[in-house]
């Protein structure tokens, strides 16, 4: 089993940065893709950035230019670096994992709404 914690969160003003932490134990070992996502009240669910095990990285539109993901496979951490944040970035933030998998050769990424692991989250405040 894995389990995933993530950390980081906070409450910053619009234009601020954050970075977001997850680390995973358990049986990490291999490839696999890891992603962040987040949900908040009266807004569906979104997948803002992947990254898997060969540094492929993908993000979502409303996140792409201003989030950066990255994976420390043998510190067994994922990061999420967020800058110029805006109030509508608001939400909690969890951090994901599926195992054996990877973003070569997919036309889009999975959802992560799949992913067999996921931390309790961390939640994200952006004032205006």
């Given at each position: 089993q894995v389990q995933l914690a993530e950390s980081g969160g906070g409450s910053v003003q619009a234009g601020g940065s954050l970075r977001l932490s997850c680390v995973a134990s358990g049986f990490t070992h291999g490839r696999k893709l890891m992603a962040w996502f987040r949900e908040s009240p009266g807004k569906e669910r979104e997948d803002v950035a992947?990254?898997?095990?060969?540094?492929?990285?993908?993000?979502s539109d409303s996140v792409q230019g201003r989030f950066t993901v990255s994976l420390d496979d043998a510190k067994?951490?994922?990061?999420?670096?967020?800058?110029?944040?805006?109030?509508?970035?608001?939400?909690?933030y969890y951090c994901a994992m599926e195992k054996?998998?990877?973003l070569t050769g997919r036309e889009r990424p999975?959802?992560?709404?799949?992913?067999?692991?996921?931390g309790q989250g961390t939640q994200v405040t952006v004032s205006s």
């Open positions: 992947f990254v898997d095990t060969d540094g492929v990285t993908k993000y067994d951490t994922l990061y999420l670096e967020m800058n110029s944040l805006k109030p509508e970035d608001t939400a909690m054996g998998m990877v999975p959802s992560t709404f799949d992913f067999a692991f996921r």
